[in-house]
């Protein structure tokens, strides 16, 4: 059973009315929805509601002759986690002719600027601190694909990869650079054409779609990502301090006392024995 509360969007594409089903229907309902008993052949609705919402309470559009859009202000729990932001931003050619990534709303300079291509920083993924940062320009030089796929591999698993398109980062896309955009949750790079927008925060080694990415063919994109503190672990020497060697263990001191004593005897028997000749020498 769903949890009470949590927000749900859902919009249709094609069509959505053959096969469904009364619960499918009800299911609509849950989230708020009075509109969904309406939905016709190939109908356009989309909605915006809440797991247990009351009957009519979601935010939703339908039309059986256009497209339908709907938003929803959502008012969100603020918490208070220490945590940083990164921001990826990325214009084609025709689209502005730009790209940038900002970490908590600083710019991350690069070496040379923004270049064609591709754009790449990488930032710890406990920290926020930066690590990595170069450009790849594909349209200049094929070999740049299959540079940047090797960039991207050898990047450690967890890393905060964030990636933002310049004027034109289609032309010469290998698809071992594709393959790379994947280990770090890119699905939409197959769709990139020439001098279109494409930005993302993906993490390396994450499952493909489950990262903030961003694409459009006719227009910039800009894309965000929260990412929480981590604190470092407490540092646990790996060998052990060495002991002072001036200090003597309970054993030792013990043995050395034993060995005073005996001394000690030996002297006071030798002392006797002199006494005791000087004595019956005199008789």
Not at 84 to 108: D, Y
Not at 214 to 225: D, E, P, Q, R, Y
Request: aromatic share 6%; charged share 20%.
């Amino acid at each position: 059973m769903s949890t009470l509360g949590r927000i749900v969007a859902i919009a249709i594409k094609d069509d959505a009315s053959l096969n469904l089903s009364d619960l499918g229907k009800k299911a609509c309902e849950s989230l708020g929805s009075r509109l969904i008993d309406d939905l016709q052949f190939r109908s356009s609705w989309a909605i915006i509601g809440q797991t247990g919402a009351a009957l009519g309470t979601a935010e939703e559009k339908l039309s059986n002759e256009s497209s339908v859009s709907c938003s929803r202000g959502i008012t969100a729990t603020k918490v208070n986690l220490p945590s940083f932001v990164v921001a990826a931003t990325s214009a084609g050619n025709n689209w502005g002719n730009m790209a940038q990534v900002t970490c908590n709303g600083e710019l991350i300079p690069l070496a040379g600027g923004y270049q064609r291509g591709l754009n790449v920083v990488v930032f710890d993924q406990s920290n926020g601190r930066l690590l990595q940062s170069q450009s790849f320009d594909l349209y200049a030089d094929p070999a740049n694909a299959d540079a940047f796929a090797h960039w991207i591999d050898t990047i450690p698993q967890g890393r905060v990869v964030a990636i933002a398109a310049k004027d034109d980062a289609s032309l010469n896309l290998s698809d071992r650079a594709k393959a790379a955009c994947k280990l770090i949750g890119s699905t939409q790079l197959e769709r990139l054409q020439f001098r279109g927008s494409w930005a993302i925060v993906g993490v390396k080694g994450a499952a493909e779609g489950a990262v903030i990415e961003n694409l459009h063919n006719f227009g910039s994109v800009s894309v965000k990502a929260w990412f929480p503190l981590v604190e470092s672990p407490p540092v646990t020497p790996s060998v052990a301090q060495p002991v002072d060697q001036s200090i003597e263990s309970p054993e030792s001191g013990s043995g050395d006392k034993k060995r005073m004593i005996i001394i000690g005897l030996l002297l006071a028997l030798v002392v006797i024995v002199i006494i005791g000749t000087i004595l019956f020498s005199r008789d």
